[in-house]
């Protein structure tokens, strides 16, 4: 009761025949801003918008199967409609708990409020990055693990490249001569220890085998 009570995500707890709620915690009260007694008697599609009552159903449904089956949930994240109409999305993780010989389906509902604004800014933040690369006239490309993860559309000119898959997946080393590679090699090792590199002039190979001459700036 005390861990119920004092858990910082929200707690509800559901018949699991027929999903009204039965019980609820304090911080089900803050994320709903509702007293728990008005919590308590809902059924537990009421906690979401009318609009997705369909999936929070399902969902119900399918919690009930994963609990009863194995034990455990997979987190689905949906919203809950507090009691003035605003929308809150969540993640919502199941379990079963016996109370007074009965089986109850406790969900724990985490506000992901801020997860959801931050991946939201991530995503606008990459799609100004990509806009201002596929504008650029210079070839751009992005590297990961030592791997090409990204090329705009001038990169993918100046390397003879119509396809991103031509070149997304190979070693970073693999467009350098190999006379080069131990160098060039070196100089981006500096360039991870943070140490500041100068511009390289190299001569990189094409996807079709031919020189071009370039500089690189990293």
């Not at 993640?91 to 109370?99: G, W």
């Not at 800014?121 to 799609?127: L, V």
């Not at 190999?178 to 500096?190: A, D, G, I, L």
């Amino acid at each position: 009761r005390n861990f119920f009570e004092n858990a910082a995500d929200a707690i509800f707890v559901a018949d699991l025949d027929n999903g009204i709620i039965i019980d609820a915690n304090l911080a089900a009260s803050q994320l709903m801003q509702m007293p728990v007694e008005k919590i308590i008697g809902l059924h537990q599609s009421q906690l979401h918008p009318p609009q997705a009552a369909e999936f929070s159903e399902q969902t119900f449904v399918q919690q009930q199967i994963e609990t009863l089956t194995s034990g455990s949930t997979v987190p689905i994240e949906n919203q809950v409609m507090r009691s003035n109409g605003t929308l809150v999305p969540v993640e919502i993780l199941a379990s079963v708990v016996n109370i007074k010989g009965k089986q109850c389906l406790m969900g724990t509902f985490r506000n992901i409020s801020e997860r959801k604004f931050l991946e939201v800014a991530m995503q606008e933040s990459e799609k100004r990055y990509r806009n201002l690369a596929e504008s650029s006239p210079y070839g751009i490309a992005v590297f990961q693990d030592g791997q090409f993860v990204y090329v705009n559309t001038s990169g993918m000119k100046m390397m003879g490249a119509t396809e991103p898959f031509e070149l997304i997946g190979l070693p970073f080393l693999s467009v350098f001569r190999p006379q080069s590679r131990p160098e060039v090699n070196e100089w981006m090792k500096n360039l991870l220890m943070g140490i500041t590199v100068q511009p390289r002039e190299e001569k990189l190979v094409r996807v079709d085998g031919s020189l071009f001459d370039a500089e690189i700036v990293a």
